[in-house]
């Protein structure tokens, strides 16, 4: 698949180097100079945040003829507007980076990103007190009077918490209470729970110009770890790309996010002839990712991208993530108790195929609750579906034993349902598996 084709269109440049909208409307220089900056701050083409500042001030003050408002001043106090409230949605980071493609699932579990720094700042604690505290990364706690007080690199720092209580982000060494600080020796979080959403795409410059796509973890974390997804939309995101210096392989994949983290759904980052490639019966199968493959091509995919990892001091072999496509032949929409699932309960499906069977998939609970999986389409146009429709799975490839016989099982992270290949589920009446008997 490619989009990078010779494309005809062209974009007609100010003097100033701003790129007119295709509604010919100039604007005062201020307005165009905080266009262009937040362009370049975002990633994005002048022209599209030229029509995003028309659009919200036809939206918010009825001015759907720039040219009927003569006052300048007015027009770049608009824009101000439009741009601090759009640089606050994307946390007001210059770290931060446009990327663009699809969500494909989510992770069944969270996990607490500070557990480990928490271990190694409390073992260099009780190692050498000064050393860890003269890092500026913990800080030991100590009652004055009825508040506490907490020992940082800069001094002792007096706080209003009453002491007669635990104190605020206590971790409990001992007898002695310490904490993680901020930047201003303040208390700081002991946890931040995170999931990983898998993103099929890549850097939006990268993504557009050389078709660069590859399967990436968004970090999603506190309030965001449960966030609703669209799984299989085209979508923009502002995330933290990886640091360049990593040495970890594992997080070269990771892309960091902010508690206002939002995705933008929208497919306007490619030319409109190339959009339809974006759709995740063309998108999730190309070759580039090498992601995609065929139910009957499961097992082999087992055998041939199987990984060893060792835990608990014995060996573990799991199977790839897999973009795979079948039949459904059975399914449970109503979650089943589960003690293994971190949400207590799971689903499970059916995939058949005439070539070689049924395959076992079972859904997370965390799938369930923020991704739809048993409903296609989006919006107004969205439809629950039934079985015997065709429907493209992502999720961690395994091997089961049934009957002496290992064949393939998918542990789903997320479906996506072309809402050409299903069909509609009669509302109403059982939606058990009891059904199926």
């Not at 706690?141 to 104190?167: R, Y």
């Not at 939309?233 to 990886?242: A, F, G, N």
């Not at 991704?371 to 395994?398: H, I, M, Q």
Request: glycine letters at 8%; a negative charge.
């Amino acid at each position: 698949m490619s989009w990078n084709e010779q494309d005809e269109y062209t974009e007609a440049e100010t003097s100033n180097g701003f790129v007119e909208a295709t509604t010919e409307v100039a604007l005062p220089t201020g307005v165009a100079q905080r266009i262009v900056a937040y362009a370049e701050r975002t990633n994005k083409k002048a022209e599209e945040v030229k029509k995003e500042y028309l659009a919200y001030i036809a939206k918010e003050y009825g001015v759907a003829d720039i040219s009927t408002e003569t006052d300048e001043d007015i027009l770049i106090d608009w824009a101000e507007q439009i741009f601090v409230q759009t640089r606050k949605q994307t946390g007001g980071n210059s770290n931060t980076s446009t990327w663009v493609g699809c969500f494909v699932g989510v992770a069944d579990r969270k996990k607490d990103r500070l557990q480990n720094i928490v271990r190694s700042n409390v073992a260099l604690y009780n190692k050498d007190p000064a050393e860890a505290i003269g890092t500026g990364r913990i800080g030991l706690f100590e009652k004055q009077g009825d508040v506490w007080a907490i020992h940082n690199k800069e001094g002792l720092t007096t706080l209003t918490n009453s002491s007669s209580e635990d104190p605020p982000h206590g971790i409990k060494n001992g007898e002695e209470w310490l904490c993680l600080v901020t930047r201003k020796g303040l208390p700081s979080p002991q946890t931040r729970l995170g999931r990983y959403a898998y993103f099929l795409g890549g850097e939006e410059g990268d993504f557009v110009n050389n078709n660069a796509v590859s399967l990436w973890k968004v970090d999603l974390t506190n309030e965001n770890a449960d966030m609703s997804l669209d799984i299989g939309r085209s979508c923009k995101l502002s995330v933290v790309p990886p640091r360049e210096n990593t040495t970890n392989e594992y997080f070269k994949t990771v892309l960091g996010t902010y508690d206002d983290f939002s995705p933008n759904y929208t497919d306007e980052f490619l030319p409109e002839q190339f959009r339809s490639l974006l759709k995740p019966a063309n998108y999730w199968t190309m070759a580039d990712h090498e992601l995609f493959t065929p139910i009957d091509g499961l097992e082999e995919a087992f055998e041939n991208k199987k990984e060893r990892t060792e835990i608990g001091g014995r060996q573990v072999t799991y199977g790839p993530l897999v973009v795979t496509k079948g039949t459904v032949n059975r399914m449970s929409t109503e979650p089943r108790d589960s003690e293994y699932d971190p949400e207590g309960f799971n689903y499970n499906m059916t995939l058949s195929s005439t070539i070689v069977g049924d395959i076992d998939c079972w859904i997370a609970g965390a799938v369930g609750v923020m991704c739809d999986p048993f409903t296609s389409g989006w919006g107004d146009d969205a439809f629950d579906y039934a079985e015997k429709s065709t429907v493209y799975v992502f999720g961690r490839l395994g091997m089961k034993d049934r009957d002496g016989l290992l064949t393939p099982k998918i542990s789903v992270m997320g479906i996506y349902a072309d809402p050409r290949r299903c069909r509609k589920r009669a509302t109403g009446g059982d939606t058990g598996t009891s059904q199926f008997e």
